[in-house]
């Protein structure tokens, strides 16, 4: 297996050289994501088609759309972002300059996935170059076509020096592994997370987790079941499944179920017609393991809608099944595929303890018109996002951080939350070698008068609201003075002593 060390090595000398820290060279490797894009939609949509079976719209606006526009987004926001931050200083620093300065981490290894090959690899790519590093690509083996063109045409459009593709399988990812990264960005399942959590902790590598979980829907009483069942169809059953913050399953009263069950078939009529194995719009599975899996977690249920399947294809039909148990295959891990099971609860109160029974989520969805029942529910729970009548659309949302809490992964990007993913938060001070009477305070020897100056000084008071606000700036200037003075009596009394 081929060792990545001297690649690796190089990609740290360039680093070191400060060529990807300018704006410039940061921009343009932007601009020439958006051109890789633009110019090249037709074959991406195509190797998605292969990989996954997915329609050309759905590509767009789920992998191309928001790729193109968070470059654009961090292009438009570059300069203002790699500004230093001025930050609130205080009577005991108010002379000095401080500021937060964001700078790039070095090397960066990201991991992608094979559910959203494109998003999933050049979104974080995307905050990794912003940031102003050198980065490593590691495009997942189970979507091969897509794998195959970021590995051709990446190089033909970004810094080649400093933006490498490895292709391969999980001897290339564990070689990769072994190496010293400054950053890595892994998306996937929480099992190889911890892998990839191991390795990291040999260099004290900080990584950036992507992972998923059981995300679940609360449908209350009282709300449009047509329209809530529309937009957990589309949620759910989106690339057949197979996205990280997918419904997994779905809590509602009792007397809710028969009717979305009803609302959900037609919703999935309406999408995919009555026969989804000849729909375009509906996806595959992405490969005969994955498709084994999920008619294993189907055994023991009853499928009230679908139950369908073609192992050929890799074809299994938008299913819902009812009458689940919490004990059942289906609810023991994350679903990941067109499986949707419904579990009848009292009320929202139940939804609660169910879900803060279980790992946290990486996404929590709740339908309802009732704002108590909404904010009770955001209240006591905890998740990676917390969406109110939609499902999975947060993601499109660059402003907003994705990512999870707990098992659903640890950190977040997508925009500026990119930007700071991948770069130090570097605190500045610069203070002046002048005015070194107001500095005496703190060197010894020590006096009752100096500890007097300096509780003053370094003492941080609860904020009055209202005009009293403003009062202590209105007697600082004269303190200030007073301080000055009264040090320099206090150093002339010390050097007389001594």
């Given at each position: 297996m081929e060792s990545y060390g001297q690649m690796i090595k190089d990609m740290r000398s360039v680093f070191l050289s400060g060529?990807?820290?300018?704006?410039?060279?940061?921009?343009?490797?932007l601009k020439a994501i958006v051109n890789l894009i633009e110019e090249n939609s037709e074959k991406l949509c195509a190797a998605l088609q292969a990989d996954l079976h997915k329609h050309k719209s759905e590509a767009?606006?789920?992998?191309?759309?928001?790729?193109?526009?968070?470059?654009?987004?961090?292009?438009?926001?570059?300069?203002?972002?790699?500004?230093?931050?001025?930050?609130?200083?205080?009577?005991?620093?108010?002379?000095?300059?401080?500021c937060i300065q964001k700078e790039p981490l070095g090397v960066a290894l990201i991991i992608g996935a094979w559910n959203y090959p494109v998003q999933l690899t050049l979104l974080p790519l995307i905050g990794a170059i912003a940031a102003g590093n050198c980065c490593i690509i590691k495009p997942s083996e189970l979507s091969p076509k897509t794998a195959e063109f970021l590995q051709e045409y990446i190089p033909k459009y970004l810094d080649n020096d400093c933006i490498k593709v490895v292709n391969g399988g999980v001897p290339e990812t564990t070689a990769l592994l072994k190496e010293r990264f400054d950053i890595i960005l892994y998306t996937g399942n929480s099992n190889v997370a911890k892998i990839v959590m191991e390795a990291a902790s040999k260099f004290l590598t900080p990584v950036i987790l992507e992972l998923g979980g059981k995300s679940?829907?609360?449908?209350?009483?009282?709300?449009?079941?047509?329209?809530?069942?529309?937009?957990?169809?589309?949620?759910?059953?989106?690339?057949?499944?197979?996205?990280?913050?997918?419904?997994?399953?779905v809590m509602c009263p009792k007397e809710v179920q028969d009717e979305l069950v009803s609302s959900v078939k037609t919703a999935i009529d309406e999408f995919f017609t009555k026969d989804p194995k000849s729909s375009d719009s509906y996806g595959r599975i992405v490969n005969s393991r994955h498709f084994?899996?999920?008619?294993?977690?189907?055994?023991?249920?009853?499928?009230?809608?679908?139950?369908?399947?073609?192992?050929k294809e890799r074809f299994i039909s938008p299913t819902v099944v009812t009458d689940v148990q919490f004990t059942d295959n289906i609810m023991q891990e994350e679903i990941f595929g067109p499986l949707l099971?419904?579990?009848?609860?009292?009320?929202?109160?139940?939804?609660?303890?169910?879900?803060?029974?279980?790992?946290?989520?990486?996404?929590?969805?709740?339908?309802?018109?009732?704002?108590s029942v909404r904010e009770?529910?955001?209240?006591?729970?905890?998740?990676?996002?917390?969406?109110?009548?939609?499902?999975?659309?947060h993601g499109g949302l660059c402003s907003l951080p994705f990512g999870g809490v707990g098992n659903s992964g640890m950190g977040a990007y997508h925009g500026k939350h990119s930007f700071d993913a991948f770069s130090h938060s570097k605190a500045v001070l610069e203070k002046s070698l002048g005015m070194e009477s107001a500095n005496s305070i703190r060197y010894p020897p020590y006096t009752e008068a100096k500890l007097g100056w300096a509780g003053w000084i370094m003492k941080e008071k609860i904020k009055k609201k209202g005009i009293m606000s403003f009062f202590p700036f209105v007697v600082m200037g004269a303190m200030f003075g007073l301080l000055f003075k009264t040090v320099g009596v206090t150093a002339s009394e010390t050097d007389s002593n001594n």
């Open positions: 060529k990807t820290k300018s704006e410039q060279w940061r921009s343009t490797q767009f606006i789920t992998e191309l759309a928001l790729c193109k526009n968070d470059a654009i987004h961090a292009i438009n926001h570059l300069s203002e972002w790699m500004k230093p931050e001025k930050v609130a200083k205080g009577l005991m620093f108010m002379m000095d300059n401080a679940p829907v609360f449908i209350d009483r009282n709300t449009d079941l047509n329209v809530v069942a529309r937009r957990l169809s589309w949620g759910k059953f989106l690339n057949a499944g197979q996205t990280c913050v997918a419904p997994d399953y084994g899996r999920l008619q294993k977690l189907l055994e023991g249920t009853k499928p009230v809608i679908g139950g369908d399947s073609d192992e099971p419904i579990i009848t609860v009292k009320d929202h109160n139940e939804a609660i303890e169910v879900i803060n029974s279980r790992e946290k989520p990486l996404a929590l969805y709740v339908f309802t018109n009732n704002k009770d529910i955001r209240q006591k729970t905890s998740s990676g996002a917390f969406v109110v009548n939609d499902t999975v659309l």
